[in-house]
T-cell receptor
Framework: EPEVTQTPSHQVTQMGQEVILRCVPISNHLYFYWYRQILGQKVEFLVS????????KSEIFDDQFSVERPDGSNFTLKIRSTKLEDSAMYFCASSGLTGDSSPLHFGNGTRLTVT | QQQVKQSPQSLIVQKGGISIINCAYENTAFDYFPWYQQFPGKGPALLIA?????SEKKEGRFTISFNKSAKQFSLHIMDSQPGDSATYFC???????????FGSGTQLTVLP
C-alpha cells in the first residue's frame, strides 16, 4: 500500500535555528497537509496545500512557518526561527481529489526537539 | 465552537470486552466524522468514518454510532483484542475541507 514518507524521523535543533521537515506524499494525491502533535496532546491542523498554494491555515501557522512543493514529489515545512514551543511531532498527510473514498493518509511523523 | 471533546482519556478493557469511546461537537457545520487509530511512533491511521445522514456504520468489529440531535458520536470496538491497544482519536470536518479538528485522544489498553 502506498505510504506518506517523512524525513528525518527525529530532528534536534537549537532555538532560533531554521528547520526544514520533508515529506513525500502518495504519488497520485493532490492535497497535502501538515499537522502537529505536542507530546501528550491532540493532533492540530497547521496548513493545507493544493494546486501549488495554501488553501487553508490555522492560527498556529504564523509567519515563522512556510510550505513548499519544490518538485513533483516533495512537500516541505520550514520553520524560520524555531522556538522551544515548536517542539512537537509534525505529521504530513495527503489525500486525493474529493470524497470519503480519499481520506487523509498520514506519515509516521518527524519529532522536532528544540533546545 | 471548533472543539471536539473526547472521553475517556484512558480506557482499560479485558480481552473480548467492548470498548466505547465518546465524542461531542458543537459546530453544526461538521459533516464528516472519522476515527483514527495511532500506535506509538506511527501516524494516525483512518479506522472508520461516518457522515450525519446515517446513525450507525459498522466495519468488522468497529462501529460508529452517531446522534445528530445530541451532536455526539461514539466508537464501539466489539470483542476487543490486545492488538487494539492504541490511542484513538475522533475528528470532524466540514464540507469538502479536510481541516480535521481532532479530539484529545483515548489511550486504550486491552488486557490479555
Amino acid at each position: 500500500e502506498p505510504e506518506v514518507t517523512q524525513t528525518p524521523s527525529h530532528q534536534v535543533t537549537q532555538m532560533g535555528q531554521e528547520v526544514i521537515l520533508r515529506c513525500v506524499p502518495i504519488s497520485n494525491h493532490l492535497y497535502f497537509y501538515w499537522y502537529r502533535q505536542i507530546l501528550g496532546q491532540k493532533v492540530e491542523f497547521l496548513v493545507s496545500f493544493y494546486n501549488n498554494e495554501i488553501s487553508e491555515k490555522s492560527e498556529i501557522f504564523d509567519d515563522q512557518f512556510s510550505v513548499e512543493r519544490p518538485d513533483g514529489s516533495n512537500f516541505t515545512l520550514k520553520i524560520r526561527s524555531t522556538k522551544l514551543e515548536d517542539s512537537a511531532m509534525y505529521f504530513c498527510a495527503s489525500s486525493g481529489l474529493t470524497g470519503d473514498s480519499s481520506p487523509l493518509h498520514f506519515g509516521n511523523g518527524t519529532r522536532l526537539t528544540v533546545t | 465552537q471548533q472543539q471536539v471533546k473526547q472521553s475517556p482519556q484512558s480506557l482499560i478493557v479485558q480481552k473480548g470486552g467492548i470498548s466505547i469511546i465518546n465524542c461531542a461537537y458543537e459546530n453544526t457545520a461538521f459533516d464528516y466524522f472519522p476515527w483514527y487509530q495511532q500506535f506509538p511512533g506511527k501516524g494516525p491511521a483512518l479506522l472508520i468514518a461516518i457522515r450525519p445522514d446515517v446513525s450507525e456504520k459498522k466495519e468488522g468489529r468497529f462501529t460508529i454510532s452517531f446522534n445528530k440531535s445530541a451532536k455526539q458520536f461514539s466508537l464501539h470496538i466489539m470483542d476487543s483484542q490486545p492488538g487494539d491497544s492504541a490511542t484513538y482519536f475522533c475528528a470532524a470536518s466540514s464540507g469538502s475541507a479536510r481541516q480535521l479538528t481532532f479530539g484529545s485522544g483515548t489511550q486504550l489498553t486491552v488486557l490479555p
